[in-house]
T-cell receptor
Framework: QQQVKQSPQSLIVQKGGISIINCAYE??????FPWYQQFPGKGPALLIA?????SEKKEGRFTISFNKSAKQFSLHIMDSQPGDSATYFC??????????FGAGTRLFVKA | KAGVTQTPRYLIKTRGQQVTLSCSPI?????VSWYQQTPGQGLQFLFE???????NKGNFPGRFSGRQFSNSRSEMNVSTLELGDSALYLC?????????????FGPGTRLTVL
């Protein structure tokens, strides 16, 4: 019940295309859903986060869509760029404690 | 402002040995969390410290332990190392524990157990 399932495992997108990464959770106590971006040799960095009281949050080219009834949330990267090539992790926590991460999605954006 | 620093960056140990990893949080941050990252298991939460007290713990054996000092610096110890402990160990700091605070991650310590 503590798991966060993330798909796909890897993703190849053309430059300018839309990258979509999906996550699903079981624990309805989760109330904070951040997304992290990790480049090789670096630690993850917070990209964008959402609380379940909103269905969508947008920051620049990055959008989180949240479906509370389906217990699913997704990250959309619009106009994907080669510099977006990285590993993306969804995560969930209750009150920000004991964050549970998805398995990660390796994104490659072709120039 | 300096980021989270972790030392050492790379470490090679043999089975049965013990290891201590260090994390210095961002100045003013009082919460430190540790994670283990492996290709097969992804990022797994180890434990979280706030004001020198362990506030949360993940599902790891007792061989994994940690502590936090009065200056918020934290150490993580793994005793009786096993091959499966080979991983990237990440430390993250935040202003306070939980409360939806953004966690800032360090670059990690790459531990290889031979």
């Amino acid at each position: 019940q503590q798991q966060v399932k993330q798909s796909p495992q890897s993703l190849i997108v053309q430059k300018g295309g839309i990258s979509i990464i999906n996550c699903a959770y079981e624990n309805t106590a989760f109330d904070y859903f951040p997304w992290y971006q990790q480049f090789p040799g670096k630690g993850p960095a917070l990209l964008i986060a959402i609380r379940p009281d909103v269905s969508e949050k947008k920051e620049g080219r990055f959008t989180i869509s949240f479906n509370k009834s389906a217990k699913q949330f997704s990250l959309h990267i619009m106009d994907s760029q080669p510099g977006d090539s990285a590993t993306y992790f969804c995560a969930a926590s209750t009150g920000g404690f004991k964050t549970i991460f998805g398995a990660g999605t390796r994104l490659f954006v072709k120039a | 402002k300096a980021g989270v620093t972790q030392t050492p960056r790379y470490l090679i140990k043999t089975r049965g040995q013990q290891v201590t990893l260090s994390c210095s949080p961002i100045s003013g941050h009082r919460s430190v969390s540790w994670y283990q990252q492996t290709p097969g298991q992804g990022l797994q939460f180890l434990f979280e410290y706030f004001s020198e007290t362990q506030r949360n713990k993940g599902n790891f054996p007792g061989r994994f332990s940690g502590r936090q000092f009065s200056n918020s610096r934290s150490e993580m110890n793994v005793s009786t190392l096993e091959l499966g402990d080979s991983a990237l160990y990440l430390c993250a700091s935040s202003l306070v524990a939980g409360v939806y605070n953004e966690q800032f991650f360090g670059p990690g310590t790459r531990l290889t157990v031979l």
